[in-house]
């Protein structure tokens, strides 16, 4: 079967990907960029497109040619920069619809959430709710899954920030420590897309995908942290709801400079009013009576290696890089401004002119107060990464040439360039985001 798979190289998305390619189908992928696509999975044929503005059946119907059955793997936690949550979830899925009655493509297979539903307090429930309605609502041979946080040996979104959590040293602090968060593991949920895209598989039903019996929050990230192989924590601080709500706000205006955190209002919301949850009696019914495996029996299947374990400390550290780079420039930037004259100075004792040297000052005060604010910037950080590190091998060159004697200097200002330049290179080594 050809089936187009919405979303194709996201989390859920790639993997759904592999594994109907293991079963014999040709899956097409579908995200914003063609080009990344293929350079993540260059096996696969991909279609580049913002779902966000396919928003009537003319928009889709090219891309339904030769297509057996669809699957939904897009979505996005919370409106803000880029994404916008209605028209992705449901306007654009509403015409999806429309056009595969249109085409003759009668096989649907939606990936929803625990939860959605149109009277959801939260937008991407909601959205995702109405979607749902709208497609049960259709003509089409549809499955809706509603799989709870997934749990794959990748990571990103909910599942990089258990990682994150579980990689904190000494002590474990957590909002809602005590909410339920069930899980799912990815095999169990590619393995089940896999079944349902198939002519032959029950259509027009609705199955959650979550273990029988899910575990607290606490309890989740500590299962994670031993998986990880590291030591229990000192302690476990519960913080306050007040203290969840101001990170949440803080994450949803990063999300306006481009910085997708899963720490966003939205997730700590559902956690704290639904939890995550579900019903696995339709899944079990299909499974042999076995509901989907359990947090500890995903875990077991998975290595837990020295990279998993980079992985989530580094993911831990990342604000704190990009925060510190981008202080650091715009310091420097500031003080080069306001302390000219001195800089100036130092450059006519080396032989520079008086204007020359002022205008070397400012131009260079300048490039680090540009580069540290590019890098608050989530779609100009890894190039203002690649500026710093230029920058500061020019700065060494050219110090080197007109002020070698600054590399005694005890103050080390050329030494001190030399960690700066590096930790620029490794956060852009750091800012793939998938």
Known sequence: MRILVLGGYGFIGRAVMRRLAADGHAPVGLGRSAAAGRHRAPQFDWIGADIAGLLSPADWLPHLSGVDAVVNCSGALQSGGRDRL?????????ALFQACGEAGVRRFVQISAPGAAPSAATEFLATKGMADAALR??????????PALVIDGNAYG????LRMLAAFPLVLPLVHAGARVGTVSMDDLTGLVARAVLPA?????????VEAEPGTLREVVLSVRLWLGYPPPRAVLSLPGWAGSAVGRIADLLAWFGWRSPLRSTALRIIAEEGVGGD????????????????????????ATVQERWFARLFLALPLMVAVLALFWLLSGAIGMARSGAASALLADAGFTPLVAMIAVVGGSLADLALGAAVLFRPLARRACWGMVGVSLFYLLAGTLFLPHL????????????????LAWVLSLMLEER
Do not use: C, Y
């Open 137 to 146: 609502a259709s003509s089409l041979d549809w499955i809706v899954l509603k």
């Open 86 to 94: 209605k028209p992705l979830q449901h306007d654009a899925m509403v």
């Open 280 to 303: 696995p009696q339709a899944f079990a019914a299909l499974n042999g009576g076995a509901p989907p495996r359990a947090l500890g029996e995903t875990l077991a299947g998975l290595p």
């Open 158 to 161: 909910g599942t990089a920030l």
């Open 407 to 422: 590399w005694l200097d005890p103050l080390g200002p050329f030494l001190k360039v030399l960690p700066g330049l590096v």
């Open 201 to 209: 598989f029950p259509a027009r039903q609705e199955i959650d995908l």
